[in-house]
């Protein structure tokens, strides 16, 4: 383990050490693991949080706030669509009634109620 020249996005620590057999870089202060390379994980659950603090989203938005890769992004939001969970109108993608009660829901379990 060696320290990396990162802050950790959690706690702000500048302890953080790179793991070089996988290549991860771990907070020493809170734990937190932060993954090289590859674009922050995003799922059906963070993209429907922009869409529903931002109503409407375009591709490049969506990418630009998730940080995630093209590829990861694509997929999520085409599993999106075929589940009815978010329309795309004019290049711009929002949440349908159905993704907004699925999205309650899901907050509901995220806060474990
Ligand atoms: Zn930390």
Redesign the pocket.
Known sequence: MRFAKTV?P??G?KEVARDDLKGDLL?T??G?IITRHETRAVGKFEIAQHLKREGKLTFEQLKEITKSSDDRLFGVLQSMLSMGLIDELGGKYHLTKRGQRWYRQRLGQEWGY
Do not use: E, L, P
Request: aromatic fraction near 0%; charged fraction near 0%.
């Open positions: 950790c959690i706690c620590s907070c202060n809170c937190h």
